[in-house]
């Protein structure tokens, strides 16, 4: 019986946190598209794009984490793509498409950011696509070559990371809304209306 409970519970809080592991059509009525020109001048190859989606999964995973972001990518400035860890697993999003899914966008320079390191980060960011997505990483059960949405926007700087540790130190399970505390915030287009 204890088994079945765990099982249940397991399955409940997997639910409760995979606002990103949801992938759904998106409603272009709703969305920061028109703001592509303005983030472009402020967005560098390797920031991190985080996001106040448009979903119900993103409404749930707000109020789950009591934090106003729920999904998380890495900006590829080459390719002008988002990569991203959902429901689909890792893969690339046109920055415009990834923008039509966001009711708020926040773009947060990491503090490992520089030339070197934020081009390393992309390489590998997009060495992991195709990977499957982290359920249970979502509940600090860490699944290998997996990744949930902000998982993989932390381990592309791992290096860097590891090299220079932070004095506020990352914990096992990162949410989307706490991604600026390990970097500068560039852009936010403002709290959800």
Same mark, same amino acid.
């Given at each position: 019986m204890r088994k079945i409970s765990d099982f249940i519970l397991l399955c409940s809080v997997l639910v409760l946190f995979s606002g990103c592991a949801v992938k759904v059509g998106v409603?272009?009525?709703?969305?920061?598209?028109d703001s592509y020109?303005?983030?472009k001048n402020v967005?560098?190859?390797g920031d991190w794009l985080v996001i106040r989606g448009i979903h119900e999964s993103d409404n749930f995973i707000a109020g789950a984490t009591n934090m106003p972001l729920?999904?998380?990518a890495i900006y590829d400035a080459n390719t002008d793509e988002a990569i991203e860890a959902d429901g689909s697993g890792?893969?690339?999003?046109?920055?415009?498409?990834?923008?039509?899914?966001?009711?708020?966008?926040? @773009?947060?320079? &990491?503090i490992w950011a520089n030339e070197q390191t934020r081009a390393a980060a992309v390489s590998k960011a997009r060495d992991k696509i195709g990977l499957n997505y982290n359920?249970?990483?979502?509940?600090?059960l860490d699944t290998p070559n997996s990744f949930y949405c902000t998982q993989l926007a932390i381990d592309a700087y791992k290096e860097a990371i590891e090299a220079s540790p932070p004095q506020n130190p990352l914990p096992? @399970?990162?949410? &989307?809304?706490?991604?600026?505390?390990?970097?500068r915030i560039i852009y936010d287009s403002g709290a959800v209306k």
């Open positions: 409603d272009a009525n709703q969305t920061l598209s020109k303005e983030l967005l560098t190859h729920s999904h998380a890792v893969h690339t999003t046109a920055l415009k498409d990834f923008l039509a899914k966001s009711q708020r966008v926040m @773009v947060i320079a &990491p359920y249970t990483g979502l509940i600090g096992h @399970v990162v949410k &989307p809304g706490q991604m600026y505390h390990w970097g």
